[in-house]
């Protein structure tokens, strides 16, 4: 029986097959655009590739997107046809398919930490528990999944960069900068075009306030993002952080319309509503509106595509971002449509179900509120939320877009306990000083008038 990369059995009577899904692989934890065409190919080479079907569904659940769901259970229903005379761990892949295609995320994950006690090298099933842990806001669960199975690595094996990326970006989120800086360093020192290497540590020096060491670090490795899936829009917006916190606000805009938010590129026209783009340019626009900058009409297209997505809950996080863009458009009936089917999603049994109910819709309704100046009511809509928003998932650096939500409208309501309130949390969650990031200075001076 064929073996996959890191010699684990693989149901496929073709080699040429088994080798385009190592490629699918190595492809999908490198970020690579081109990485659905290797699946592709081993999908034609065996077209009864159970594994690979399983994969083909995955994929389309990766893109957080209700619309790709039918399609996830066209795959699972084409692995399932195969799946008798497969491997025990890809039967469990399988029930790992089908479980989130039903949106039971905990079952999901469950079975992946599953494979992995018996297969601690399925770097498969171990890059899935790490990504769906993050939009989960689950940072301890992220460190817990990689401490289990690092001693079964070694630096001979390939994708090894992967899991100190994962390392990385999981310590970074657990405050702990010291150990995840070295993971990073030593992915990219192993592979410069390990794109979540690169991510990770972009995270570290943000949180740190190291800016300038930011912005010249991802330019000495943008040169290795060439054929990069959107994580390259991501790299950017990372890099327009640095220069917001700088306030050289014009660089941010700037790399807003020539890189991570470039509607003629080739891959947001691929992807023109994708969650994590939806996401770098709403928290952007939102935050260069906080500091006076005029935005023009770039809030238009994100609202175009926000309606269009009305009532796909697959992103929690993605919420508050299509909420910003319908709000600062004016549709605000379009945004109480929004938040009805917010409320028919929450009643719902998904694991995402009560984040959404429960987390979500009160942002979402304090984004509504906040902009048509009722910023009373925003801080009060969102104040029992502020310390399980994190359930949202997003990182420390996309969070803070919603603490400045908060922040700015506790200022406008004179809401001067609400605004030490949310200090206090910035100030522990946060290494740098206040004082020295841009949307949290002059509420420091607020404070002392």
Known sequence: MPA?????????ASAEAAAAFDRTLTGYFKYRADTPTHLAAALEADADFALAHILRGYFMLLAFNQNQVAAAREAAQAAKKAIGTTTPREQQHLAALEAWIA???????????????????????????????????????????????????????????????????????????????PAGRKAVEIDAEDLWGTHALAHVMEMQGRTVEGIAFLNQMEPHWQGANNLAHHLWWHRALYHYERREFEAVLDLYDRRFRNLASPLTQAQPDLYIDMQNAAAMLFRLERQRVDVGERWVELADKAEARIGDCRSAFTLPHWMMALAACGRYATGNR????????????????????DVALPICEAVLAHRTGNAGRAVDLMRPVLETMHCLGGSHAQQDVL???????????????????????????????????????????????
């Not at 996959?4 to 496929?12: K, R």
């Not at 399925?122 to 460190?143: C, E, Q, T």
């Not at 089917?341 to 998904?350: N, T, V």
């Not at 309501?413 to 969650?429: E, F, G, H, N, Y």
Request: hydrophobic share 45%.
């Open 338 to 357: 929004m938040l009805e089917a917010m409320r028919a999603f929450g009643d719902g049994r998904e694991t995402l179900a009560p984040i959404v109910r």
């Open 103 to 181: 949106g039971d995320l905990d079952r999901t994950i469950g079975l992946w930490e599953e494979i992995l006690v018996a297969h601690p090298l399925d770097v498969l099933a171990f890059r899935l528990a790490h990504f769906n842990n993050f939009w989960l806001g689950r940072p301890a669960a992220m460190r817990a999944s990689i401490e289990r199975i690092e001693s079964k690595w070694g630096a001979e094996l390939p994708g090894y960069g992967t899991l100190l990326s994962c390392k990385c970006f999981a310590y970074e989120e657990c405050g702990d900068y010291a150990s995840a800086e």
């Open 403 to 449: 603490e400045q939500l908060f922040l700015d409208a506790a200022l406008k309501a004179q809401r001067l306990d609400d605004v030490r309130r949310l200090l206090v949390r910035a100030a522990r969650d946060k290494p740098l000083p206040l004082a020295q990031r841009v949307g949290y200075a002059d509420a420091e001076k607020a404070l002392t008038q």
């Open 4 to 12: 996959d990369l890191h010699g684990l059995p693989i149901t496929t």
